[in-house]
């Protein structure tokens, strides 16, 4: 996220710098280390949001109205620009030689960061922040485009506020759009909008920014000397104010106007407050904000916020596999930390601060002058050029090289093909099956083979996945799947084959990889099954929390059901993960062989439970007419 210290001079606010730390530290605990407590770091951004809107106003507002458009731009552009390009470059040029779905969308997202419109782009393609498919490589740009385009607009915008009379007017008009703002994004996440668009939208996300202009115009008639005595409400205030962050912080999110906008808006409430008591004249609130670890993170927090998210996506991709969302391990965190922290020191050094204070021409004219100056000078700039001119280029082939989907929908999409392109197959004609005649029992229970015909599978994206080799390994079989099914999805679905006369002997249900099992789903799927049919539940493989929880149900759920069974899936795959897709979910043809031997070891293990059920009855039948003679071997 930007920092947004200006170039032109004015003073330095007090504890803008540590908010801003504060800000970064939860966004970078909250990627970097899911399975910590920091589990809503993500209102990190808005607290950023506020010290943009609140601060861009303050210096806008010194102008005394006559807004230099051009002066503002240029240094927005100083501050903004060249480590913006030095991470898109450079992670590009890295994820090019790793390869795989690191480049997935890659083209859209560097045109997102070039024209500051990643929200919108990312909006369009459905990408989000909460995403758990492709590991987009610039998904945290989306605020960054956020904040660019309150640069361009906000200073258009600012003179028609100046028409006001007085600061509260102008301040009151910036507090009833951002309850417009957030009024539109609960509005729509309770109707069952996207979330995301709703997380993503400038529209519906610019209540933040929008306070911090709010407070900048309040804040004006506040004189700028310190009284005599420090207020000592500031450090109650804003003691309390990072406290209330804090406890947001440890909250999940949920899909639901409790968290947007309810736990974003509370966020940036709460920093509002707390630079209120920080910036106040006088308060020992805000020096102790701008301890000097706290300050030396602020300064570089534009920096660190850019850098994290890339590193730690090209990071888990070239060690662990997959993305982010497939689980990151403790030490790949650590390491993304200590070079995020590295290289957002260098940039700062290197880059930022000389381009902010000579300016692009002025850095041009150095570059010049080292390559006609000494021969050590004149190596340092060529070598500068060269980097430049390679990580150009690797950019330039890692859009090139960039596939249309990821290799999970792929796998998705194949199997989606090939169920449409799959013969209707009609099923078996059930055969009743009538036990022998008491005096002549089956010596033996006698399993049948069970062929595709007789089989109904419904699943969700992984049996879709898996669907190409179901129907090569047990041609005839029903296979109705899709993606981010779940178990509620189950009962209408059989219901609606059993009504149509279409549900076979046995049925296959693998719903479990998209959220916990729903019990009740569970039991209505058994009933529509009925006694007569055998019920095959696949297990669930995926890095996701919910997993051993789902595959734990499935297990006790058949094990307290006469007639239903366990295929394992997650024991089959869990040696072969090599055989899955970048997103460790869905497997390719050769993984998918392995799903269809899950299936069909399930199968048999329920066409044996059937076997010796019916086996167990002729037994019965037979006792019955002959207590005295023994049981035939």
């Known amino acids: 996220m930007t920092s947004?210290?200006?170039?032109?001079?004015?003073a330095r606010y007090a504890g803008l710098d540590g908010m801003r730390a504060i800000a970064v530290a939860l966004v970078v605990i909250y990627h970097l280390f899911p399975q910590s407590w920091v589990r809503g770091g993500f209102i990190g951004v808005d607290v950023f949001f506020v010290i943009s809107g609140f601060l861009i106003t303050t210096l806008l507002l010194r102008e005394g109205g006559r807004i230099a458009l051009g002066d503002f731009w240029r240094r927005r552009a100083r501050r903004l620009i060249p480590a913006l390009a030095a991470v898109v470059t450079v992670c590009a040029s890295a994820a090019w030689v790793i390869g795989g779905d690191v480049l997935v969308n890659l083209g859209a997202q560097v045109l997102g960061a070039a024209t500051f419109s990643y929200n919108w782009i990312s909006i369009a393609a459905g990408g989000g922040y909460f995403s758990a498919a492709t590991p987009e490589l610039f998904r945290n740009f989306w605020s960054l485009a956020v904040e660019e385009q309150f640069y361009l607009v906000w200073p258009i915008v600012l003179p028609l506020f100046l028409l006001l009379p007085r600061a509260w007017g102008r301040a009151g008009a910036a507090l009833l759009l951002a309850g417009a703002s957030a009024v539109w994004m609960g509005t729509l996440v309770a109707t069952g909008g996207d979330v995301t668009r709703a997380y993503f939208g400038t529209d519906t996300h610019a209540f933040g920014i929008l306070l911090g202009i709010a407070l900048a115009f309040v804040l004006q008639s506040v004189p700028g000397h310190a009284p005599a005595r420090a207020p000592r409400w500031a450090p109650w205030v804003g003691g309390a104010a990072l406290a209330g962050l804090g406890a947001l912080a440890l909250v999940p999110p949920t899909p639901t106007p409790a968290t947007f906008p309810g736990a974003v808006l509370a966020a940036s409430l709460c920093s509002a407050a707390a630079i209120v008591a920080g910036v106040w004249p006088g308060s020992r609130f805000g020096r102790a904000l701008d301890a000097a670890p706290l300050r030396w993170v602020g300064d570089r927090s534009y920096g660190i916020y850019l850098w994290h998210w890339p590193l730690l996506v090209l990071l888990t991709a070239g060690f662990v596999g997959g993305g982010p969302e497939t689980g990151i391990p403790i030490w790949i965190g650590v390491l993304t930390l200590v070079l995020t922290l590295v290289i957002a020191e260098l940039s700062y050094r290197l880059l930022e601060t000389p381009v902010r204070r000579h300016g692009f021409r002025g850095c041009l004219a150095r570059l010049g002058a080292r390559l006609s100056g000494s021969p050590r000078a004149r190596v340092r700039a060529l070598g500068a050029v060269a980097a430049g001119v390679v990580l150009l280029g690797g950019t330039t082939a890692a859009i090139a090289a960039a596939?249309?989907?990821?290799?999970?929908q792929a796998a998705v999409l194949a199997g989606a093909d090939a169920v449409q392109d799959a013969p209707d197959a009609a099923p078996a004609e059930s055969e009743t099956r009538t036990p022998p005649p008491v005096g002549d029992p089956r010596p033996v229970p006698s399993p049948d083979p069970v062929t595709g015909d007789e089989v109904t599978a419904v699943g969700d994206s992984v049996m879709l996945a898996s669907a190409p080799a179901l129907l090569e390994e047990m041609?005839?079989?029903?296979?109705?799947?899709?993606?981010?099914?779940?178990?509620?999805?189950?009962?209408?679905?059989?219901?609606?084959?059993?009504s149509a006369g279409q549900l076979r002997p046995y049925v296959v249900v693998a719903l479990g990889t998209n959220g916990p099992l729903s019990p009740d789903a569970m039991e209505q799927m058994a009933q529509i099954v009925g006694p007569d049919r055998e019920l095959v539940l696949v297990n669930a493989f995926a890095p996701r929390d919910w997993i051993p929880g789902v595959n734990a149900d499935l297990a006790a759920f058949a094990a307290s059901h006469p007639g239903v069974v366990v295929a394992d899936w997650s024991?089959?795959?869990?040696?072969?993960?090599?055989?899955?897709?970048?997103?460790?979910?869905?497997?390719?043809?050769?993984?998918?062989?392995?799903?269809?031997?899950?299936?069909?070891?399930?199968?048999?293990?329920?066409?044996?439970?059937?076997?010796?059920?019916?086996?167990e009855v002729d037994m019965r039948a037979y006792r019955r007419a002959h207590p005295d003679l023994p049981l035939p071997q």
């Open 403 to 408: 596939p249309e989907v990821s290799s999970g």
């Open 571 to 615: 024991g089959a795959i869990a040696p072969h993960t090599d055989l899955l897709a970048g997103d460790q979910i869905h497997p390719g043809m050769a993984g998918g062989r392995i799903f269809a031997d899950a299936v069909e070891e399930g199968l048999e293990a329920a066409e044996l439970q059937r076997a010796l059920a019916e086996y």
């Open 4 to 10: 947004t210290t200006a170039a032109a001079p004015a």
């Open 475 to 498: 041609p005839g079989i029903q296979v109705d799947a899709e993606v981010s099914r779940s178990t509620y999805a189950g009962p209408g679905i059989l219901q609606s084959l059993a």
